[in-house]
């Protein structure tokens, strides 16, 4: 007796936002190869805009899911991988430049655990002060990564070994569910956009969400597909874990100030006590053991703690400024449910 399977779903293509995204649409839009790229410096691109980000993350996406009626032939082309490799190089050393670096590892993740100015994220915002409708849009700028949520932190998985690689495989083990299907993180996070009556569907608001959240997930993608960055990709990681745990308390209780659904709840509420966890596993075993066998790689391990910092205070600071002055964070506003 045959199963029936049902195909991976694919987005469509974004709509461009300069001239390296429409060059990139446009080459997937046909078959390979890659033809009329623009070298970024030719555009004047900058290195946390609009145009560059959304060009990233398309050509990042082609590892992922790709797009409707795009060539798989697409993931590895030549040509648009020397192109991806331009726009990475000004991206990665954009983020270096920004961060102060170093190789103190232990100073990095402690600072992760001191909130220099109480009350002042994103999250105390929406708990305290926030609306329904800046909730609602705070998911549509996490649905671009919860979506796919732990996979950018598989391709880790290989690159390292004895008990990093055993407790980093436990740590992603929780985030696809335990072996449940129903349980998997993005999973759940597709369920809270449903009792939120916004749309599930996979990178389905990607053409509203702006620069700040798609250089989030284009740092993920970059550090993990590179196995040169693999002790960023670890620090970067753990400070996402590190954070989680009092960030999803604060959701958690923003959404029963609206009386939201369990399904939008919940989703919060697993994070909670598993990523507090998950952050003791990330430290001592993941890092820990990491920088015993490589004690090399401290400096990146800290350039990935800061590097994502660095990204999420970006957000932050347009979610607050845009909520602060009555308008809306996304690209475009959504429409009102019902």
């Known amino acids: 007796m045959s199963v029936p399977t049902t195909e991976i779903v694919s987005a469509r293509l974004p709509r461009p936002r300069g001239p390296l995204s429409e060059a990139v649409i446009a080459a997937l839009g046909a078959p390979p190869p890659a033809t009329g ?26 590892h992922y899911r790709g797009f409707e009626g795009v060539s798989a032939e697409w993931e590895w082309n030549g040509g648009l991988l020397d192109w ?34 109480p009350g002042d994220g994103v999250a105390q915002h929406l708990r305290d002060h926030g609306s329904w409708e800046q909730l609602r849009e705070y998911f549509v700028h996490r649905s671009i990564y919860h979506l796919k949520e732990a996979d ?72 993990g597909l590179h196995r040169g960055l693999r002790g960023a990709l670890v620090g970067h990681f753990s400070a996402a874990e590190i954070s989680t745990a009092p960030s999803a308390q604060r959701l958690a209780n923003a959404l029963e100030r609206f009386g939201a659904p369990a399904a939008c709840i919940r989703f919060f509420t697993e994070h909670i006590e598993a990523d507090a966890v998950h952050e003791q596993i990330m430290r001592h075993d993941v890092i820990g053991d990491l920088l015993r066998r490589e004690p090399h790689l401290a400096r990146d391990v800290v350039f990935g703690i800061q590097a994502t910092e660095l990204l999420e205070g ?21 429409a009102q449910p019902g």
């Open 84 to 117: 991806r490799a331009s726009l990475e190089h000004l991206f990665r050393t954009a983020l270096r430049d920004n961060v102060a670096g170093g190789e103190d590892v232990d100073a990095e993740l402690a600072g992760l655990l001191t909130e220099t100015v």
């Open 314 to 334: 970006a957000l932050t600071e347009l979610l607050l400024g845009s909520w602060r002055k009555g308008s809306s964070s996304l690209l475009r506003p959504l």
């Open 152 to 223: 950018p932190h598989a391709w880790v998985i290989p690159r390292l070994q004895g008990q990093a690689k055993a407790a980093l495989v436990a740590v992603e083990y929780d985030e696809f569910g335990g072996g449940r299907g129903e349980d998997v993180h993005a999973k759940l996070f597709a369920d809270l956009l449903d009792a939120a009556e916004l749309e599930s569907g996979y990178l389905h608001y990607l053409d509203v969400v702006p620069a700040p959240q798609l250089a989030i997930v284009n740092l993920m993608s970059m550090l």
């Open 37 to 62: 790229l623009p070298a970024p410096g030719e555009v004047g691109a900058e290195p946390f805009g609009e145009d560059l980000a959304l060009a990233l993350h398309t050509c990042y996406e082609l």
